[in-house]
C-alpha cells in the first residue's frame, strides 16, 4: 500500500525565514510526485510535479526536488501570502492516475 | 478558462437521509475525480471516470455511495444514507486524460462541504 508522510504537521515562520517541508514516500513503481497548496474554503491548487529522481522545479519563492524516498519543498523569504496547506501525493504506474495524498503541513508566515 | 465547478458549497443533512453533489470539469477534460477530505487529513479518492467509464472505484464505500458522468461530462456523487462519518469536503478534479503522462495534472474544484447530524 502507497504511504506518504508529511513534515512537520504544522511550520510557523517569520516573513524572509527560509525553511523546507518534507514528504517521504512508499510506493512501488513511481509515475510522479504533486504537489498542491490548499487556501482555507478553497480546493487544491496545483504547483509541481516530479517524475525522476533529481529533478528540480521551480516557481517564484518555491523550489521543489525529488529523490528516490522523498520530496522537498524548499521556501526561500517566505511572505504572508504563502501561508496555506502544503500537499504532496504520489502517483503510481499500476493504480491510474489515483492520488495518494499525505495529510499536509500547514504553514503560516508572520509579517 | 473556466475551472473545475461544484455544487452546492454547503450542505446540512441528518443521518439517514439523502444528499447529491455535481460537478462540471474543465472544458475539454477527459478525466474526472472524486475526493473525499476529512478535516485535517489530505484527499481520498473515492471513484474515477474516463469520460462516461469508471476506470478506479475500488476506495467507493459501494453500499451508500453511488456516481455517475452520463453524456462524458459533469458528474453526480450520491450518499445515500448518510452516516455521521460522511462529514468531509467532496472535491471533484479533473485532469485532460488521466492515462497520459503530460496530461494528467489534476485540477480541483472548491468542493461541497457536507455535515451530517
Do not use: M
Not at chain 1, 103 to 110: A, H, I, K, R, S
Not at chain 2, 39 to 51: E, S, T, V
Not at chain 2, 99 to 108: E, P, R, V
Amino acid at each position: 500500500e502507497d504511504q506518504v508522510t508529511q513534515s512537520p504537521e504544522a511550520l510557523r515562520l517569520q516573513e524572509g525565514e527560509s525553511s523546507s517541508l518534507n514528504c517521504s514516500y512508499t510506493v512501488s513503481g513511481l509515475r510522479g510526485l504533486f504537489w498542491y497548496r490548499q487556501d482555507p474554503g478553497k480546493g487544491p491548487e496545483f504547483l509541481f510535479t516530479l517524475y525522476s529522481a533529481g529533478e528540480e522545479k521551480e516557481k517564484e519563492r518555491l523550489k521543489a526536488t525529488l529523490t528516490k524516498k522523498e520530496s522537498f519543498l524548499h521556501i526561500t523569504a517566505p511572505k504572508p501570502e504563502d501561508s496555506a496547506t502544503y500537499l504532496c501525493a504520489v502517483e503510481r504506474w499500476t493504480s491510474g492516475s489515483r492520488l495518494t495524498f499525505g495529510e499536509g503541513t500547514q504553514l503560516t508566515v508572520n509579517p | 478558462e473556466a475551472g473545475v465547478a461544484q455544487s452546492p458549497r454547503y450542505k446540512i443533512i441528518e443521518k439517514r437521509q439523502s444528499v447529491a453533489f455535481w460537478c462540471n470539469p474543465i472544458s475539454g477534460h477527459a478525466t474526472l475525480y472524486w475526493y473525499q477530505q476529512i478535516l485535517g487529513q489530505g484527499p481520498k479518492l473515492l471513484i474515477q471516470f474516463q469520460n462516461n467509464g469508471v476506470v478506479d472505484d475500488s476506495q467507493l464505500p459501494k453500499d451508500r455511495f453511488s456516481a455517475e458522468r452520463l453524456k462524458g461530462v459533469d458528474s453526480t456523487l450520491k450518499i445515500q444514507p448518510a452516516k455521521l462519518e460522511d462529514s468531509a469536503v467532496y472535491l471533484c478534479a479533473s485532469s485532460l486524460d488521466g492515462g497520459s503522462l503530460a496530461k494528467n495534472i489534476q485540477y480541483f474544484g472548491a468542493g461541497t462541504r457536507l455535515s451530517v447530524l
